[in-house]
C-alpha cells in the first residue's frame, strides 16, 4: 500500500466519504470503539446487550413503580423519580449506538449526530450531579431537622431543586457543546472512544482548543466543587446528629435511610473522577476502558441499590406484583 493510500485507510470505512468536496472539512467521524479486535466484537455486543435491558428495566420499572405507588410520592422518592428517569435517558443517549458499532463494518456517526449526543450525553451527566446534591440535601434535612422536613421540603422547593439540577445540566452542555461547535475539524477524524465526549473530539480539532480547555477547566470544575462541597456538608452535618442518637437501634435506623445514597454518589462519582484521570494522564485507552463503568454500569446498578437496599420500594413493588396478580386470577 502506498503512503497516499494508506494516509485515507481506515479500519472498517472509508474517511473520503466523510469530507466534504474540498476534502478540508469532516462531516462525520469514525467511533474506534472498545476494542478493533473482530473476535470480540459480538461478544462485547451481548455483554453490553444485557446491560442496557437491565438499566432500562430497572430505571423505567422504578419510575413506574414510583409514579403508581401513592405512599412513594414523598421528597425522597420524587428524587429517586428524577434519579432514574436521568439514568434512563442518560444510558439511552450512546447505548444504541454502541450497540451498533459491534455489529456494523461501518463504525460512524454523523457531524451533526455527534454533536447532539454530546450534548445530551453531558445535559444528563451534569443533571445527574446535581440530583444526587438535591438528594443529599433531602437526606440532611430529614436526619437532622426532621420536625421541618414537610415544611422545608415542600413540593415547591423539591421542583425547584430538581429543575435547578437541569437548568445546570442544560447551561454545562450548552457551553460545551457551543464551543465544540466553534472548532474546524479536518482530516482526522477517528474519536478514540465509543461516544462523542469532550476530550477525544478536542485531540481532533485542527484548531486552537484553547477557549474550550478553559471552559472545560470552569465548566468542570464548576460541577465537581458544588455538588462535592454540598454532598460533604451535607453528610458531616448527618454523621454528626447520627452519632448524638444515644440508641443503637436509632443510629442504625438513621444510616439505613442514606446508605443507598452514599452508595451510589461513591459509585457515580469515584468512577467519573478516575476515567478523568486517565484521561488526563494520558491513559487515552485505559480511560476509555474504564469509562465503561460510568457511562454503563452506574445507570444499571443505581435501581438495584434504591430497591434492594430499600424497604419501601420492596413493599410497593409486592403490592403492585399481588394487584397484577389479582387481576390475572379475576
Known amino acids: 500500500m502506498s503512503t497516499n493510500e494508506s494516509f485515507y485507510y481506515l479500519p472498517r470505512f472509508s474517511t473520503m466519504s466523510l ?5 478540508s472539512f469532516v462531516t462525520g467521524f469514525v467511533l474506534a470503539g472498545l476494542t478493533d479486535r473482530p473476535e470480540l466484537q459480538l461478544l462485547l455486543f451481548y455483554l453490553f446487550l444485557v446491560v442496557y435491558i437491565v438499566t432500562v ?9 414510583i409514579v403508581l405507588s401513592s405512599h412513594l410520592h414523598t421528597p425522597m422518592y420524587y428524587f429517586l423519580f428524577n434519579l432514574s428517569f436521568i439514568d434512563l ?3 439511552s443517549v450512546f447505548s444504541p449506538k454502541m450497540l451498533m458499532n459491534f455489529v456494523s463494518e ?21 443533571s445527574e450531579c446535581y440530583m444526587l446534591t438535591s438528594m443529599a440535601y433531602d437526606r440532611y434535612v430529614a436526619i437532622c431537622k426532621p420536625l421541618l422536613y414537610k415544611i422545608t421540603m415542600s413540593y415547591q422547593v423539591c421542583s425547584v431543586l430538581s429543575f435547578a439540577s437541569y437548568g445546570m445540566g442544560f447551561a ?4 460545551h457543546t457551543g464551543c465544540m461547535l466553534r472548532l474546524t475539524f479536518c482530516n482526522a477524524n477517528v474519536v478514540n472512544h465509543y461516544l462523542c465526549d469532550i476530550l477525544p473530539l478536542l485531540q481532533l480539532s485542527c484548531t486552537s482548543t484553547y477557549v474550550n480547555e478553559i471552559v472545560v477547566l470552569i465548566v468542570v470544575s464548576i460541577n465537581i466543587t458544588v455538588p462535592s462541597f454540598t454532598i460533604l456538608i451535607s453528610y458531616v452535618f448527618i454523621l454528626t446528629s447520627i452519632l448524638h442518637i444515644k440508641s443503637t437501634q436509632g443510629r442504625i435506623k438513621a444510616f439505613s435511610t442514606c446508605s443507598s445514597h452514599i452508595l451510589a454518589i461513591s459509585l457515580f ?7 478523568y484521570l486517565k484521561y488526563s494522564s494520558g491513559s487515552m485507552d485505559q480511560g476509555k476502558i474504564f469509562s465503561v463503568f460510568y457511562t454503563n454500569v452506574v445507570p444499571m446498578l443505581n435501581p438495584l441499590i434504591y430497591s434492594l437496599r430499600n424497604k419501601d420500594v420492596k413493599m410497593a413493588l409486592s403490592n403492585a406484583l399481588r394487584k397484577v396478580q389479582r387481576r390475572d386470577i379475576f
Open 172 to 175: 454545562g452542555a450548552s457551553a
Open 269 to 275: 462519582f469515584g468512577s467519573a473522577a478516575f476515567m
Open 57 to 65: 428495566v430497572g430505571n423505567f420499572g422504578l419510575v413506574t413503580l
Open 89 to 91: 435517558c442518560y444510558s
Open 19 to 23: 469530507l466534504t468536496g474540498n476534502g
Open 106 to 126: 461501518k463504525n460512524v456517526i454523523s457531524y451533526v449526530g455527534c454533536m447532539i449526543q454530546l450534548f445530551f450525553f453531558l445535559f444528563f451527566v451534569i
